[in-house]
């Protein structure tokens, strides 16, 4: 069973920026790889940024290219995520997750994201 907290969200104004982490549980944690998403008020869960077991591989959605970073600390079972120049849209519910899968690459989607932490709330105001 693999357990995922994120923390670091809260309220900023727009073009602030925000650290979130994910914690997660086990010693085979640093073998899988992570994606962050998000969830809006009304909207449907929507893919953010993913990152490889290992760290080498990144992706990230077109509306957070350029001022989103995801990075990750295997020593520390942390996955992180820098978000720059926010905006108002990017308030949500942010929520990391995995396959558990060793060795994985990087997500893209919500598919086979089987464990997900209970998220937290970024609030961009204008």
């Known amino acids: 069973q693999v357990q995922l907290v994120e923390s670091g969200g809260g309220l900023v104004q727009a073009g602030g920026s925000l650290r979130l982490s994910c914690a997660g549980s086990?010693?085979?944690?640093?073998?899988?790889?992570v994606g962050w998403f998000r969830q809006a008020p009304g909207k449907e869960r929507e893919f953010v940024s993913g990152i490889s077991w290992s760290g080498g591989t990144t992706y990230y959605a077109d509306s957070v290219k350029g001022r989103f970073t995801i990075s990750r600390d295997n020593a520390k079972n942390t996955v992180y995520l820098q978000m720059n120049i926010l905006k108002p849209e990017d308030t949500a519910v942010y929520y990391c997750?995995?396959?558990?899968?060793?060795?994985?690459?990087?997500?893209?989607?919500?598919?086979?994201?089987?464990?997900w932490g209970k998220g937290t709330l970024v609030t961009v105001s204008s």
């Open positions: 086990g010693r085979t944690f640093s073998t899988y790889a």
């Open positions: 997750a995995t396959n558990a899968r060793k060795y994985g690459t990087s997500p893209r989607d919500t598919t086979g994201m089987d464990y």
